[in-house]
């Protein structure tokens, strides 16, 4: 009887390890099945099977909130089949799920300014982008030009001014010739 007390101790004390263990694997695969929904949607690109592949990261967005890339390439592909709504109402989720990361926001605001031509709306998407620690150096060529285009040439010249200075930013080049280009506007109003 004592055997079977000590068997029954050392299995509720390692219970939860055990518990954590299965957790874990149960983790992993979940982790697997996603990834392998997720690169079955490049095959669905590949046959312009866009509507399977929306569907497919829709099922990989309810297991895996946190991972962007559906979120991106799903709305891109409503809002070019002209489902604007759902594209919209697909970047509110993301950015729901993911506040704290630059891409969805950058994503909308981008939307904003090329697809539905409203700077207004785009800037503060653009501006909460920026602002993020994570965010692609490149972003802030999106704001500056929506900056420009909306009249707001000095906080596009310093927007234009961090784009030039970021050594990390791979558009330097092509920020000091808009950042130029800008300054002179303000030296020289028309």
Known sequence: MKTWITILGLFLATAPVLAQSNERVAEAITGEVVRQLYIQTDRHWHKGEYVHLIQINYMVIAAAPHFTDPYVDSAWLLWSMDRDD??????????????????????????????????????????????????????????????????QLQKALDMWNRAADDPKNPGRAAAKVNRDRVRRRLENPK
């Open 86 to 151: 759902e594209a919209v109402a697909l970047y509110d989720k993301g950015i729901a799920a993911n506040p704290d990361t630059y891409e969805l926001y950058y994503e909308k605001g981008f939307y904003f300014m090329t697809r539905r031509k409203d700077l207004k709306a785009a800037i503060p998407l653009l501006e909460t982008a920026v602002s993020k620690p994570d965010c692609d150096p490149i972003v802030r060529h999106s704001l500056a030009h929506a900056y420009e285009k909306t009249g």
